[in-house]
């Protein structure tokens, strides 16, 4: 098992090899360039990896292949090349999933801001409301998050709107407050509503009076109104102080005075406390409202002033370390510069030391063999006789 994968792992090697270094068409190999790429991802052999990937994406020049490659190798000296090819490819091909890809790589990017502009206005052109849940999910942190939320106020609020004057009911409204009760449409749908019920309230006693030839007038209200009553103490057990309000706002007309549910709602005294807790809430949700509107002014401007500090810190840092990568460069070659040069004087110096020794070598030789001439021709010559 291990002598196969050893055979194996040579033989991706020799491919990549081959690919690497073959000066015909590329694309005769691609796909051996792509499975041997795979294969050595697969086996973590990433440093050999690195540049099969590069040059997959060079000639494959597709977005998937372009999107892995800065996913696996964001270090890359390489990334710099496929970040510029993959943001000229989507900022204007109009493609929310290049779009969002290309963003998420590198979220720090030179050009997410931009390419998030970009995305977003696509988004807004969609205007729906699963297109801005669906921006909010992918970017929450983002400053066009706070515009997509405010989106999906808008339009369930033109949705309820719609659907409430279509079916002339006002129970699409109430779905509205209860599911975005922070919503700055809030108070519209509040008053919509209130003035739609005590409409159809209207219609429904006038229809009563002309239908029903055995009932009065005033037990049609007597009805109405005790079912607005009942209604109103659901609502404020539910804890739905806005609904419960509307009711008790509606119970309050005119032409529920002589009514009987009237009578007992101005007579309880939990009706009393009611309508000051009702009033309290009210003061505390316009107030609520305007600290929201400054906390949405406010935390829209923190976000965007954040990442665009945080976009210069980036690039800030990445010409730093440019920077201080030149300087180590030069220190590197102009020490290597000092060193071959003293290596060349030492060696010169060791030269001429070597020719004075000879030299001084030779004198004495010659002075030696001079000597033994002199001391031979006056017949003294021995071994261990010394120049005169």
Partial sequence: MKRKFIIEHFAILGVAAVMIFYPYPFSLFAIDLEKAVEMLEASEDFETAEPLAFKLTQEKNEHYYRIAFLKNYPSSEFAEIVYMQTWKDVKDSGNMAKLQSFVKVMPNGEHSMEALDILFSLYQQENTI?????????????PQAVSALEGIYRLAFERAKTQADKLKSVAFFDEYIRTFPTSPYIEEAVSKAEAMEY???????????????????????????????????????QNQLLIGQRKYNLLRKDIFVDTTAYTEMMDREETIAFRESVLSFQNQTTQQMKDLKQLYRQESQRIVDTLRQEAQLTRASIADLSYEKGRLADAI?????????????????QQQMLEQAQEESRREAEKSRHCAEVLTKKGKYTFFSGCP
């Avoid at 297109?131 to 942190?141: L, V």
């Fill in 130 to 142: 699963l297109g801005y849940q669906d921006y909010i999910k992918a970017f929450p942190n983002s």
């Fill in 199 to 237: 409409e159809s309230i209207q219609e429904t006693i006038d229809s009563f009076t002309v239908k029903n030839v055995f009932s009065s007038k005033q037990e049609q209200k007597e009805a109405v109104a005790r079912k607005l009553y009942n209604e109103m103490r659901k609502w404020q057990k």
């Fill in 333 to 349: 070659n102009s020490q290597t510069d000092t060193m071959v040069e003293e290596a060349r004087r030492s060696s010169y110096e």
